[in-house]
């Protein structure tokens, strides 16, 4: 039996993502909901394609409005270290999908979250704020549609409307929803609130009922749930989210569910070639055979394999990536020149990205929302 | 035996203010604090000499800080209905001593408060915001000195300061502090954090570390309490406080220890000559005999007459108030002659008010805070 933990706070173990549909009561993406989306986004997606965006609360909906132009989008970050390809995989698809439905899109970072919940000071969550900003950024979302959201820079658009959520939500709700404590900080019991109010501030800001798509990993579920419960009681109609799986840690899936910054074994946007390499090659999880002559023999096992798991994230042709799997279960290809191959994939995918990053720095105001 | 009960939502009973002093571990005013404070103030207000504003903590502090002229004050309005005489009270107290010490004064107005305690739309909390607003620019206040400070739309100024207090605040301690139960809301259980905010705000904004004084009515010391727990931790000084009792309701002391708008027996900023005149003749708890004939024969009780004790609160010159004791105790002073010198003195206070109450229309934007 398969054992693991999924809260907006802690990931952990071998995650069946069937039961994770069933117990958090959100729907699968199938393939006559694809064809839905299609329509909208002309193209799909690898990740629609490839089932790793999954599940989805109200998608329908979210497409029905989109058809009348009343649709937008809003995803999220938290600020409290160096993005990981975990992240960047979510937000290359939030991209993807801003572009492809032409919608704005709310980008709220939560800062204050971090610092709530995390044993890290006020300035290096503002540092790491700053940091985050630039990756996002670097990932090439339209400046003129992409509106940043500070929670305590822009406080006093948000709080006023999270004071409205927060009303109508008990710390019975919250505790059950996120498994809060009596000892859990006062900061942290209302934060939700916060989270919520971007889900329907734009509604306020157009004055009209607007409805809002939310892609997001499946560990941001708890957030939404409560807030479909509550925004519906303000006028607002319920968030629609499209939901990912995670990214597997280079541990391996069985044990590490999401890749976290905090296990050490994460590539972030900022490593340089060398840093990549040497981590793939350290610490990818293989699913190959002790020896050479026994992998030539028997053959690998991509499903358990991370450098393959990670390229079914990374690696955008399919007949590539197919072919990759069967050279591996072959034995044709070894588990070094898989590692090889993602390691490639991922440096020229960076060396792109730490481009862009620079140029990022001066673009930074031109995407912090100003009313 | 008495009962009472105060907390920052509630106050009933008859208060015994030798108990809340015990209960609350606040200090008492004494001889020798009010000749220190005098030195700082020049004059005593009526209020000290009299023994309204009873109690303290830390004010010799404050007072040593002010001396440096490194003192602030702070003090709040709660909009969720108009202004009664009681707010009015404490606040030109405020002002008096505010220019004694001549201070810089912040002043919040807690809207999200008031909107996450009370059965009101937000809309009607900001429509009594504006009505308060314009009370408070009516007693006086130095606009170059005082600044107010809207929780809401001065969030983004508020809300990163008051998460650094949330997060050393568990539920447990505002629980029992406040009494709050799994049912309480969210925003509620935060709440408490942003009424903080103030108590530093000013140090953070002038970066260094500042005294801050606050005038206020004894039930709200339980947030200043836990206030005074937490910003040492952040690297502020314990906020002291200068601490009143309450204006007697119009119902008589015995019954209702807070002047509460609720009991629609106060007497408010706004009204007219004949609303005054009609609710004290008609409310205003008398200590007089049945009859004149029994008046005159066994003279009248001031102390729980509710117009004497209005009037210990209103009439400055303490000759002529000493003589209406006597003139009332002897039966010299019938019941209805007392109630009019009390309708006269509120009436013109009044008169006065409404006219200034006019013209702050024009000055609002001049005391909100614009950083």
Redo the contacts between chains.
């Keep these: 039996m398969t054992k693991f933990t999924i809260t907006p706070w802690e990931v952990k173990g071998n995650i069946d993502y069937d039961k994770v549909i069933r117990e958090f009561g959100v729907s699968k993406i199938d393939e006559n909901l694809l064809k839905k989306l299609e329509k909208h986004t002309k193209k799909l997606h690898p990740f629609l394609k490839r089932n790793i965006f999954f599940a989805h609360r109200d998608l329908e909906f979210a497409l029905q409005e989109h058809e009348k132009g009343n649709l937008f989008m809003y995803t999220g970050c938290g600020p409290s270290g160096p993005i990981h390809m975990g992240h960047y995989m979510v937000w290359s698809f939030t991209k993807w999908l801003q572009e492809a439905l032409d919608v704005e899109l709310w980008f709220q970072f939560t800062d204050?979250e971090k610092?709530?919940f995390k044993d890290m000071s006020?300035e290096e969550i503002q540092k790491w704020l700053y940091e985050n900003m630039l990756d996002i950024i670097a990932i090439g979302f339209d400046p003129k549609k992409t509106h940043f959201l500070i929670?305590?820079?822009?406080?006093?658009l948000?709080?006023?409307e999270?004071?409205?959520v927060?009303?109508?939500?008990?710390?019975?709700t919250?505790?059950g929803a996120f498994g809060?404590?009596?000892?859990?900080?006062?900061?942290?019991?209302?934060y939700?609130?916060m989270q919520a109010a971007p889900c329907f501030l734009p509604s306020v800001i157009k004055g009209k009922k607007m409805a809002c798509l939310i892609p997001h990993a499946i560990d941001q579920d708890p957030h939404f749930r409560v807030t479909r419960d509550v925004i519906p009681k303000l006028g607002f109609y319920k968030p629609a989210s499209i939901q990912c799986r995670f990214l597997p840690g280079l541990g391996g899936i069985s044990e590490d569910g999401k890749l976290s910054s905090s296990t050490g074994q994460a590539i972030y946007l900022t490593d340089d070639e060398k840093t990549v390499k040497n981590k793939i090659n350290k610490y990818a999880f293989s699913g190959g055979q002790t020896t050479i002559e026994e992998h030539r023999k028997h053959g690998g096992n991509p499903d358990v394999d991370v450098s393959y798991q990670w390229l079914t994230f990374f690696e955008e042709d399919d007949k590539k990536l197919e072919k990759i799997y069967h050279d591996y279960k072959s034995g044709k290809l070894l588990s070094g020149e898989l590692k090889m191959i993602l390691i490639e994939k991922l440096n020229a995918l960076l060396k792109d990205h730490q481009k862009k990053r620079e140029k990022a720095k001066s673009m930074v105001d031109k995407y912090i929302y100003h009313g």
């Design positions: 204050d610092f709530l006020y929670d305590t820079k822009h406080a006093s948000l709080y006023p999270a004071v409205k927060a009303k109508k939500l008990t710390f019975s919250v505790k809060f404590t009596n000892e859990t900080n006062v900061g942290s019991i209302f939700t609130a």
